[in-house]
């Protein structure tokens, strides 16, 4: 959707509010304002903490060390290792597991959200294939690929399908009957039907289910690299744990937290825009 | 324009039957001739199967004996020539409030600028122009039913059904709707069948006035409400038909009867 329709849209609704005297309480979000700060306060007390803890050496930096050597490993991994080369590695595998993975589920789900015969088919398979977790199936998917991307890859994608397949499938199922009554009084054909109500009706869940996969594909590359391979962020966090580099696991953690942060927040934003028509509880 | 419907209702009767339960009558020989372009209203008491009628018209349910044509037409599923309003506005959630309209015209035939032009009009027929990319949640109760009354009659249907739409509203926006739609029928010309536990509501809006009774459903009495357009609600005769409608609603409805009279 191109961004001028959007604020004429914006715009139309905001002048539908100010008509409106049952609707005084206009959805908020208006204007510029200061960014939010309270969520940085944790964060700050938790660093002076450290900064404490390691000042007076209440730990021993070998276990703890202090938050500027972190940044300076940091800074030589960064320049004199390949650190951006091993973040690539594990974001590429996260992007194309979580794209082929949610791919797969959408099309399959929504297969079987239509039609019983398909969700009865793929019902019992699923059902056990679900319940192996993706790591156990790691070494034998090794055995298979190799310790490249690729089995990472399938392994994850694994992990990502189900959650969407199955929120894809319950979403379309509770679409409400009066819904669908509807279509039948507007006469719309069954392509129309799917279209225009059951995807939208199945939205909420499914972009709920994308927001929970794609975390979890991200928690799931550093547990993969750890187990196999030799590159990538999950690899540098095990091999720092064995040469006792904890300035370096450290770097690694904290990448690995913020990444997990910015991808949790971009598909929540992704979610609202998507789900714009809903009336949300703000707080 | 429109051409209005005649409505042609024939002894038409429908059973329920629940395992292990005797069958239920829900209509039995219903018979009911609706003029074009007249309003006629349903009443009765809940379970006379008044919602049930609107049904059958409206081609959602099949199952039952005798006849409804539509201009000598026996009428078989749902068509765009007959449009409906619930007590739910039944609006989707995720279309603006001209999408919502829009859609009961993707099966019309008509060209874009005709479908443009119809949601446009019936958009503003209703009094809600300006509000054409509001969303449902943005709109008051009263807004998203005239958006639905928008939706059924955009195609232009022969007759439009009414399943108790003012049902859900608070007092004031009910009555203020009642002249809403009393407009909107004059102006349309379309034949129009109401069903409401609302009597007043029955008389100020109404050619005629169907009362049903429960086990089985079925008519009871057909009064006919010559009062001119628009009504008075405390007219001596508005009043006075108001009073037989609910006698006539007796031997049901005969408490609700004094305590509303």
């Known amino acids: ?283 | 324009m429109a051409t209005p419907g005649h409505l042609t209702i024939r002894n038409v009767s429908k059973t329920y039957s629940l395992p292990g339960r005797p069958l239920v009558n829900v209509l039995s020989r219903v018979n009911l001739d609706v003029e074009p372009g007249a309003f006629v209203t349903i009443v009765g008491p809940s379970g006379c199967g008044k919602s049930t009628l609107l049904r059958l018209i409206i081609g959602l349910d099949d199952d039952y004996k005798g006849e409804i044509e539509l201009n000598d037409k026996r009428i078989v599923g749902t068509a765009l020539s007959r449009g409906i309003v619930f007590q739910d506005h039944r609006l989707l959630p995720w279309l603006t409030l001209e999408q919502n309209i829009g859609l009961s015209l993707e099966n019309s035939g008509w060209t874009r600028a005709e479908k443009d032009l119809a949601v446009r009009e019936h958009i503003a027929l209703v009094g809600l122009s300006g509000f054409e990319k509001a969303y449902p949640h943005e709109l008051s109760g009263g807004m998203a039913q005239r958006a639905a009354i928008a939706r059924g009659l955009a195609s232009r249907p022969e007759i439009l059904l009414l399943d108790e739409p003012l049902g859900a509203l608070d007092a004031l926006t009910r009555i203020h709707l009642q002249d809403e739609i009393q407009r909107i029928w004059e102006v349309e010309g379309v034949t129009m069948i109401l069903v409401t536990h609302d009597v007043e509501e029955a008389v100020f809006l109404s050619n005629k006035v169907v009362v049903m009774a429960a086990k089985p459903g079925s008519i009871v009495e057909t009064l006919d409400i010559d009062l001119p357009f628009p009504r008075d609600r405390a007219d001596p005769a508005f009043v006075a038909l108001k009073r037989r409608i609910l006698t006539a609603m007796g031997e049901d409805g005969g408490k609700t009867a004094t305590r509303a009279a």
């Open chain 1, 1 to 283: 959707m191109s961004h001028t329709s959007d604020t004429i849209e914006a715009a139309a609704v905001e002048a539908a509010t100010v008509d409106l005297p049952a609707h005084a309480e206009a959805p908020g979000r208006r204007g510029l304002q200061l960014p939010n700060l309270t969520g940085f306060i944790l964060p700050f007390i938790i660093l002076v903490l450290w900064q404490t803890a390691a000042t007076y050496k209440w730990i021993d930096p070998v276990f703890l060390p202090a938050p500027l050597t972190v940044v300076t490993a940091f800074w030589k991994m960064l320049t004199k290792q390949k650190l951006a080369f091993d973040f690539l590695a594990s974001i590429n595998i996260v992007g194309q597991a979580f794209i082929y993975g949610s791919a797969a589920a959408l099309l399959l789900g929504i297969a079987a959200g239509l039609s019983r015969k398909v969700e009865e088919f793929f019902g019992p398979t699923f059902d056990t294939i679900r319940h192996i977790p993706g790591i156990a199936w790691l070494p034998l998917i090794v055995l298979w690929l190799g310790i490249g991307a690729p089995a990472k890859i399938l392994v994850i994608a694994k992990s990502v399908f189900f959650p969407v397949f199955l929120n894809t499938l319950q979403g379309i199922r509770n679409v409400e009957k009066n819904y669908i009554e509807l279509a039948k009084v507007l006469t719309l054909t069954r392509w129309q039907l799917i279209r225009k109500v059951i995807l939208p009706a199945a939205m909420p869940s499914i972009m709920v289910s994308l927001r929970y996969a794609a975390g979890l594909a991200w928690a799931l590359v550093v547990v993969a690299e750890g187990l196999s391979g030799l590159e990538g962020l999950g690899f540098l966090i095990f091999r720092a744990q064995g040469l006792l580099l904890t300035d370096q696991l450290l770097v690694c953690m904290v990448i690995i937290g913020l990444v997990g942060f910015a991808i949790d927040r971009s598909m929540f934003l992704a979610q609202k825009r998507v789900l714009k028509w809903k009336q949300g509880y703000d707080g």
